[in-house]
């Protein structure tokens, strides 16, 4: 029976088999053809040992709707964008990104790298997969495999540096047994890099560490590394490879909206005057160093439906999440961990400095990483802040924010979940630890 549940705010989730098979497969595959009126789609995989069958069922809901399929095979999810941007297709990506093993699911995307989410087809999608209307095509669609498209998109990455500009750094680089171990060699191919694998084996078992570089005991094996080795910096990629996170020389992790504040800087020096976007959960450091800039910086809601499409609205050239989610106007909007990774190494190979004196810069921010409360009503504990601390509201489209001459907050609830998340930074280590204890004692949180 299909589980409308596996329908979440941006993509479908579900674990294999219970909730989501291969005939729930196909049908997603149909309604998604029928939903787009699609004649060609293009569709990738993960190397999540239920991947294949999912990709293979998606592809076969297609064909019987009437779409040719050009078949991807085991990429990454920026791949799978860079190709809908490139040949102007929809597409999809089986994956579940960093859940964990038992899981799968699909990324969607319109022709171009625009995105679908709950308010911009997902919920038809969902209704059509659930109607089960489905009338075979007079004539079925073909799939068609398509080969080098990771040289392509190693080519389209590398248009974002100069690559005369890269010196031989050493690189630590934990693909977590994901799809990074596959595309890494590839992009770095001809650059001077020294690249130190570790768990470059696809293997949707992860036999290491889950594929979730958000958690920081998924990292500790990548900071070893980097500093037994000397490494110059550690890149920690998530399972389907969109993200990525920044370890310093001294085995210390770089926060991502100061990788954010970094990467738009270099952004801003090569193109003046461009906008960048950032959400309610960045570092103020971000907004700021745009402002320094001499450009303008766009708050947004988080999710990266919202910040695509305020990309498309404002033109802004780039845009980055908490959670490591790297956006790129040139590169169709889309997130990519990849190009992500090169402008930071561009950067130290052309400044010759530190990866942990870029962060230096940044030092009177003092953050604390996402915090995720479980409250048994999500509307009261919010207004119980309002109540508390409503003279400094600042807004409420995105959970609800407050600001203070030297300290901020955001709490905002998930989609998914009876979880609040907690972002708050200030002025000085102290003061952050005291408003942090502050603030989850109004939440009633010991």
């Not at 799939?143 to 630590?172: G, Q, S, T, W, Y």
């Not at 070893?224 to 399972?239: C, H, I, Q, T």
């Not at 090169?342 to 810069?361: A, H, P, R, T």
Request: with cysteine; net charge negative.
């Amino acid at each position: 029976m299909f589980n409308p549940q596996i329908f979440k705010a941006y993509d479908v989730r579900g674990i294999y088999s219970d909730e989501l098979d291969g005939e729930t497969m196909e049908k997603i595959g149909r309604s998604f053809v029928q939903f787009l009126s699609a004649k060609k789609v293009v569709v990738g995989y993960d190397m999540r040992l239920s991947s294949p069958e999912l990709s293979a069922a998606f592809m076969r809901g297609c064909v019987k709707q009437g779409a040719d399929v050009l078949d991807l095979g085991q990429i990454s999810t920026d791949a799978l964008y860079f190709c809908s941007g490139k040949y102007d297709l929809p597409g999809v990506m089986i994956t579940a990104s960093h859940n964990p093993k038992e899981y799968n699911g699909v990324k969607f995307c319109r022709a171009g790298a625009e995105p679908i989410g709950g308010d911009s087809g997902l919920e038809q999608i969902k209704e059509l997969v659930s109607a089960d209307n489905f009338v075979d095509a007079e004539t079925a669609g073909v799939i068609e495999k398509k080969e080098n498209i990771l040289k392509e998109f190693r080519d389209h990455c590398l248009k974002f540096i100069d690559k005369e500009k890269i010196k031989p750094l050493k690189i630590v680089v934990d693909a977590g047994n994901g799809m990074a171990g596959k595309v890494v060699p590839i992009i770095f191919e001809n650059l001077p890099c020294e690249i130190i694998p570790l768990y470059f084996e696809l293997d949707g078992n992860f036999p290491h560490h889950p594929s979730n570089p958000l958690e920081k005991e998924n990292v500790l094996d990548l900071i070893s590394k980097v500093k037994e080795s000397g490494a110059d910096l550690g890149l920690a990629f998530d399972g389907d490879a969109d993200r990525v996170f920044f370890i310093d020389e001294k085995g210390e992790r770089v926060d991502s909206s100061f990788a954010t504040a970094m990467i738009a800087k270099n952004l801003l020096k090569k193109n003046p005057g461009e906008k960048v976007i950032y959400t309610v959960t960045v570092s103020k450091a971000v907004p700021d160093i745009v402002e320094k800039m001499g450009s303008e910086s766009i708050l947004t809601r988080v999710g990266h439906s919202f910040i695509k499409e305020l990309m498309k609205k404002s033109g802004a050239i780039f845009s980055g999440e908490h959670s490591g989610h790297y956006y790129f106007r040139d590169n169709f909007r889309a997130d990519s961990g990849i190009i992500a990774a090169l402008i930071v190494i561009e950067m130290l190979s052309e400044s010759g400095k530190k990866l942990s004196e870029f962060s230096e810069k940044f030092d009177s921010y003092h953050k604390i990483e996402e915090m995720n409360t479980q409250v048994e009503d999500k509307d009261l504990v919010i207004q119980n802040l309002k109540e508390k601390y409503g003279a400094n509201l600042t807004q409420e489209f995105d959970g609800v924010t407050f600001e203070f001459p030297d300290w901020w907050f955001n709490v905002r609830p998930s989609n998914t979940e009876p979880l609040l998340r907690l972002n708050l930074e200030a002025n000085s280590e102290e003061l952050m630890e005291e408003k942090t204890a502050e603030v989850l004692g109004v939440m009633g949180v010991v």
